[in-house]
């Protein structure tokens, strides 16, 4: 059996990484796309590098029956569009920030608007399969994590859960341009892009809560402390956070390298290695390198993720967390090289 | 039945490309790789992106018997490399030039080094599809085109082969800085060739004559003259090979496309496009898109091949000859959407 | 005594980098600027890059007495704010495109706009030194010329005008991203290109009656046929026109190499070079460097001519425009290093 | 009067970038380089940007009398090559790093090799202007700062003299690859480091003690923990340093900007900004912009440095160094615009 899937805004860097990626899927195929600026045309025409899609249409709606659908409409306008299919009882996976934090009011703080369709928060699972794959797999509705919080809440995660670290936790992510999106080029054009980094929203961005939220699920205590300073580099793909938290005990570099493999031990999309990790080791696939390192001079942890901000950070970990929804090989469609060099 | 395919020198960019693609192969898949200064060493550790091999060790020799055999040496070893295994009756491609030109005396004249098996030239094919299918099909050894050839001959074929364009062909061509190859940083140092563009071996580079070789044979005429300059532009992959000609008669734009369009029509991985084709649209696919214009009020054709010089200019180009050769579907493998943005 | 400028539409790319550059000029400072949306900004903050300029305030008319006018308005618009200038008796460079073809017929052709100042067209200069010195600092308003032609008529003007070459000329030039101005990101955001090359306005570019114009006026027979072709590559600035040619006569290269240094002997600013040249060793400096090649096996001439699109190409080109026409230094305030690397 | 200066070693490139930068100087000029493999040559034909130098020869040794020395070799190279000039009382800065540690153990624990001249340290003064400009106009042997170390303490340096932040601090630093060096492109070659960011020395690179010695200097209490990351980022020039540390008192966001302003109130080259510095601003000047942000929210400063590693991360810094050390004008020769974009 092919499970039909239809994507919500196809448009996006986001949807059309799902539809490129769910090309190689063996289980599931694209039976409708949306998208609304390119209603009526050939997805392949409108995107050259989907020309494989031949005479797929790009529609105002979707058609027909699914049994899942992606969104990936912006923040605040992804909910209502996900709610029909809620209520059908098709699985849904929202790619935008709508059902990642648990409450409307941590939403309307961080978002500035008002959520949608607060009465489904309840209902929606995080989708970090590393830590919640039982709970994805027996949700309807699940809350794609942010490109950031995927990169720093795998790096952070295994510290946090064995409370190796403190609470003040520092995350300094690194992305490239395509997290800012499709059609951002009035603000992001090449030639102020190239040959510049740049902090932004420095203390303020609305996946900070993200993180610290998924932090604090981990343990007993309260939500953690995370100050989180995004950066722009000047490459396409990519997220490198470099997180630092104080160290809670004494723990050596061996114990700390230990703990992360056990933690991740059935997780086929995240690997612990022995080196610094190039976010160009993950360019096109959907994994997530960790690096954890003890600096013991200073009494600090310094917690390495990298991972495709559009793949793992993004479209990826949809079709991870479809494939779970459908009861399928987690890693069906997604077994992949890296695109290197 | 999978066929069991051998890389030998999987540690340059064509080699690791190979073993990329090949992963996803439904019909062949890699028993043996071989890598001199690696031998001994894990494939996945040696490269990270192709972490998916997990234990597939890279050995000196190719070890077990193979059905084809992918050789990514350097030019003028490689063809010693490829003779007992063409003896032996496997299949084997060659991705270096030591096969492409027609003669020993032509190789000698522009590698500047003796032909290390000339008795083979003459049961060697070259493997550009679009031009040799059927010869490719019955083939025991393919000489896989360079990067720039296959580029510059899929512009000007249909145009050389109608008689469309005169003897004085000039071949503009801008490649990523991956076709210097693995381990070229020593030259192509990041601050030394970011924000440059120049070009080299201006009207001198080996791949002159593969040009024109491939040209004449598609015409009665003699070779037609190829002025070639190569540039090297701040990018990782890519091939953009902008192709002049003088018009030998007049010919509409619209004339010239149709042309174009009848002589690929059946083939699966040269598409005639509308407007000016982006290198990008192809990155990591086996794509290679062409666009000719008529450039009316000077009499000059203008043809425009672009493609990924490490996968339709390399390593994806010797998996669709091996296809051709093993009788299976020329596409296997290679049906895949470009990676974009 | 020191030149009082002023600059009109500071906000570009172009006139930016004319603020950049005569902030180093010994004979000549700016003492208005202008520039409509950020009309009432000090310069240094609207460009933080510029903040050595202190409190100089941008301005939504040229305010006090100036000695020299530089217009970097868009073409079309730029003429009409040349007007009372010219006739006012000040010194007016044009860097827009609006002076540059020589009749209102070939502007109305190649711009699809009507020429706004018609009557200025036969007092106008064309403002590139090296081929008009004398009649530019004899005039009162001088066309600076385009980026691509600077570039494209200095590698070709020497083998013209000793009739080295013939009628069908090729000209390929491949650009950086900021030769499509500030606030093009819209169409040139940084995910799209980079890791691209592409061309654009095939044999179309407004361009090309410019460089053949100019080219027809160094020797008696007509203007010569001009296929021009843009690319845009993936770098911030820079400029490399390769040039073709069909020889004439038999020409060595030697012989072409001791014509082109001849014909630059007392140009400060176009210098010939021995070597395929990088644009990066132009990057901010006012240099052309320029190879010939004579590709002898094909009798054809390839020229090479490099440069920063903004400094020779444009802002820089403009300065030494107002240099000769002061009667000063055809060198003051440019005779600098290029930024390496 | 012109001051003479030596450049010893220009072929790296914080040795061609001082003499880039002193082309422009109106009192000093070079009189004499040295470099080992292009010994002989001429400097603007080995470096093609450099071609305003003519006639100026690379030499084995400084040859002529000269008042001032650049030594731009590598660590521990450097300082026996200065100990002659010191002793005959030239003006003596060290570019490399081999006077910036106090303690000949320090260096031997950091380095790994043991000093070459320990009876110079107590001579040697640390060469940050903003911090001390009386000890560097008093002395004769500067020790230029590290470029990492230049950013991040410039970027800390207020917090920590007022005694706004705690010990534990982080330092994450995004680097352009000019920073590896000239020659470096074995290691950094540019298909593998082009979209690609990757940490490297983790919590173990050279520069954290010259960082934490530097702070400490500033305050009666120990010297702080510094835990450092550095980061390569695809791009030529720059660094971005992101500091963290918890505040050690309540302060509000104005209170920690007046502290700033007040700190730099007569340094010529740190500018406090309101808004997240972009390193692109300083391409190619001797800026550094320095950005505070008191995230509240979690107990946290962030200050932000960005600069030019070659500019006042090495060839700038010493050239404003000995502006100083000569008594002339601190801003003589670096009062310059950045280049941009």
Known sequence: MTYRVGIINVTGFAGMEAARLLWQHPEARITSITGRSLAGRRLGEAFPHLAVYGDTMITAEIEGSVDVVMSALPTAESAS??????????????????FRLKTAEAFETWM?????????????????????RAAIAASKLVANPGCYPAAAILALA?????????????????????????GSGGSFGYSEVNEDVSAYKVGNHNHQPEIAQELGALREAPEPKVTFVPHLVPM???????????????????????LYREFYRDCPFTRVVDAPPHTKHTLGNNMCLVHPVVDARNGMLVAIGVLDNLVKGAAGQAIENMNLMLGIDQKAGLDLPAVYP
């Open 81 to 98: 569009a996900c709610v029909p299919y809620v209520r059908a009882g098709v699985k849904v996976i929202d790619i935008a920030a709508d």
């Open 112 to 132: 500035g608007k008002t959520h949608p369709a607060p009465e489904l928060l309840a209902e929606a699972t995080y989708g970090l399969p590393e830590l919640n």
């Open 158 to 182: 295994p510290a946090v859960a064995a409370g190796v670290i403190g609470d003040q936790i520092v995350v300094d992510a690194k992305s490239g341009i395509s997290g800012a999106g499709r």
């Open 236 to 258: 396409t793909r990519g997220i490198h956070a470099t997180c630092y938290a104080p160290l809670a005990r004494d723990v050596s570099q061996a114990e700390v390298r230990e």
